[in-house]
């Protein structure tokens, strides 16, 4: 399940590095997520970062992009071989 930013984001910035597909952006209003490239964080750490980080708890789950844990998997996998 790739996650979502909710409109109770405070544009803390603190989300955003912590990222390590590179999926948060800063959007018009608020920070957002590429569900293409979110993969809760499965290959690199045990919770996904940007939850672990965020002030406001404003990072859900999104339930439209719902994946299972060997869909993340594949994914981190597809995202580690288009950076190589």
Known sequence: MALYITDECIN?????????????????EIYEIKHQ??????????????????????????PSHTETNQQLENKYAGLMEKKS
């Open 37 to 62: 490239q979110c993969t809760e964080c499965v290959g690199h750490f045990d919770e996904p970062q940007c939850v672990e980080v965020c002030p406001v708890d404003c990072i859900l789950v999104d």
């Open 12 to 28: 803390c910035d603190v989300c955003e590095p912590e990222c390590p597909n590179d999926a948060i952006f800063e959007g018009e």
